[in-house]
């Protein structure tokens, strides 16, 4: 019997450590092939749906999601560019992430066949936030706006002004929106209107800014890093995740 109950904790813990270290995961929107990464500890884990910043899906969402596995939540890091477009040049970061501001449609449908793919996979799709970082988190306001039923939307550093004909009239959930204000790329007279619009809307947010933290700021080894403003937002990420799953 104790070697039975061996061989189950070693199963056990094998399983685990799979759901912990997670996958690449290929699936089809309007017929092109885009690659996530899909992670759950637990079947009935509440999902968290990452989307990229202009350098496309790499290891530093990868890093993220683990971290985020590592305490009990489903991640699906989803890929607006496509499968094998991993941009590192400036002109081709623009190019792509330029495109789909240009299409905000089909950004949209890209999020959606998103979480699409992680319900193909076996996450729960009733219980979800979206989060992303810089044009990913521009990416999840658009999503916020376009009515899609989630519980909250989080912009880490993100791109906050609203397009032109478009409102936050039809948010479901929360939303959360770090920044820096030393951040040249989005300045703060975005973040002032952004927080005016969804004060009108009358929808629930929060939004906190960071003193001396940069465009970025989250983003490990990069010159920009501030790590007193990345583990302060992370902190707070998380008992936003915490609050906001809660029933």
Known sequence: MRY???????FFSLC?????????VTYMVSGQPYEGYYLSPSENAPLIMMVHDWDGLTEYEVKRARMLGEL????????????????TEVKDKRQHTGELYKDREKMRA??????????????GTDNVIAMGYCFGGAAVLEWARSGANLKGFASFHGGLSTPEGQDYSAVTGKVLVFHGTADKVVPMTQFAELAQALEIAGKPHEMVTYGGARHAFTVFGSDRYQQAADEKSWQRFLAFLNRTFSP
């Open 110 to 123: 890209l999020m959606n066949g998103a979480l699409d793919a992680a319900a193909s996979q076996g996450a």
């Open 4 to 10: 039975i109950a061996i061989v189950f904790i070693i």
């Open 72 to 87: 009990g939540f489903a991640v699906f890091a989803m890929d607006l560019f496509g499968a094998g477009i991993r941009p």
């Open 16 to 24: 685990s450590l799979s759901f912990a270290t997670g996958k690449p």
